[in-house]
C-alpha cells in the first residue's frame, strides 16, 4: 500500500514537515508496512522556502536585510536543486522572510509606513549571484506599499515634486511625482520573475490591497481610506509615463500592492502559488500510483477552495482516482463545500473546546492521535473497497 502525504503547513502551530512527519507517525501504529512518501506543499505564503528546498535538495542562501521597520533581521532564501528548471538556476524568495508581518509586534504594526525593501535586498543578492528565474511568494506581507521598498533595492527612484526620494511606506506615495527606472539593476532584464500568489485581488478598491488586507495589518479605516488613495496616486503616476495599467489585474493587490509594482515594473507574471510548487515537486509523479493521498492545513473551510494547497493536491489525486483525506487543525462550518470538489474526508485534529494557545501549543499530539484513528477507520474498510 502506498500512501502519499502531502500537507501545508497549520499556522503557528506545525510546520509542513512537522504535520507530514506526526500524520505517517499516526498511519504507521496501525498500517507499520505500507509505504509512506512524504511532500509537504505551500501556495506561495509562508513555508514555501523550506518545503522547495527540502523538495529539490536545494541549499539556504542566509542574509541580513532591512525588516518591515527598517531594522536589521536575519533571514535566507532558497536556490533550488534538481527540479525541472534546474537548466537555468532557480531562487525561491517569500516576501514574509523579509517583509513579513510576523516580524512585527503587534503594537508595532502601521502599514503606513512598513517597507517591502528588504525582499528587494534578497531579490538583488539572488541576481548577483547569476540567478535567472526568481519565484517570489506573496503571503504574509506586512507591507501597503506597492512593492516600492523591493524596487528601491533594484535601482528604482521614487521621486517627489522636489525631485527627492520619497520616505519609505506605502503612505508617502501619495507625494510621488515621478518614478525613475533609468538604474535599474541590469541583470533584471536576464531574469524571469515569477508571482505566486493564491489571491486575485485589484490593487485598490472595495478588494483592493488596502480594504481587504490593511486592518489585519494594523490599519484603522482612516488609513485603509488614505493608503488606497496613495495606491491608486502611485498607478496614476505609472500609467501617465505611457505604461500599461496593471491595477485591475487580478493579484494587483497581493502582498499590499507588491503584485502591482512588480507586474509593472519588472514584468513578472502572477500565477497560482500552488501550482507552480506542484510543478516544481513533480507531485504527480508520486500520486499516479497512490492508494491514498492525505493532505491539509491548518483551517478547512470554504476559503481552501480558492488556489490553497490541499485543493491542488486533490485536484492531482482527482485526476489519477486516488482518494484524498484532508486533516485540519480546525473545520469551518462551511467545510463540506470541498467534499464536493473532490475531497474524500475531513477530519478536525481539534479534540474539545479548549483556547487557542493551548490548541496551538498541543497540535502535534492532537494530529497524531487524529492520524491514528482515521487510520484505524481505513484499515477496517469492507474489502471490496480495495
Known sequence: MKIVIAPDSFKESLTAVEVANEIEKGFREVLPHAQYI???????????????????????VPLTVKGPLGTN?????????????????????????ASGLDL????????????????????????????????LGLGGSATVDGGTGILSALGVKFLDKNKQVLTPGGIYLKEL??????????????????????????????TGASQIFGPQKGADNHSVHQLDNALSHFADIWVKSGKEDHREKAGAGAAGGIGF????????????????????????????NADLVITGEGCLDSQTLNGKAPLGVTRLANHYAVPVIAIGGSIGEDANKLLDNGITALFSITPKDLPLPTLLKQAKSHLYACSRNIAALYHIRPKSDG
Do not use: W
Not at 79 to 96: K, M, R
Open 177 to 206: 511625482d515621478m518614478i525613475d527606472t533609468t538604474q535599474l539593476h541590469p541583470l533584471i532584464k536576464q531574469c524571469q520573475f515569477e508571482l505566486a500568489c493564491d489571491v486575485t485581488n485589484p490593487l485598490c478598491g472595495e
Open 104 to 135: 512585527i509586534p503587534k503594537t508595532l504594526r502601521d502599514p503606513r509606513i512598513t517597507s517591502s525593501i528588504g525582499t528587494g535586498e534578497l531579490i538583488l543578492d539572488a541576481l548577483n549571484r547569476g540567478i535567472k528565474h526568481i519565484i
Open 73 to 97: 533581521v536575519q533571514t535566507y532564501y532558497g536556490i533550488l536543486g534538481n527540479t525541472p528548471q534546474s537548466e537555468s538556476q532557480t531562487a525561491i524568495i517569500e516576501v514574509a522572510k
Open 261 to 288: 509594482g512588480l507586474m509593472s515594473i519588472l514584468q513578472a507574471t502572477m500565477k497560482p502559488g500552488i501550482d507552480l510548487i506542484l510543478a516544481i515537486t513533480e507531485l504527480d509523479k508520486k500520486i499516479a
Open 38 to 60: 512524504h511532500q509537504p506543499i505551500a501556495d506561495g505564503g509562508e513555508g514555501t522556502v523550506d518545503t522547495l528546498i527540502a523538495a529539490t535538495n536545494g541549499q539556504k
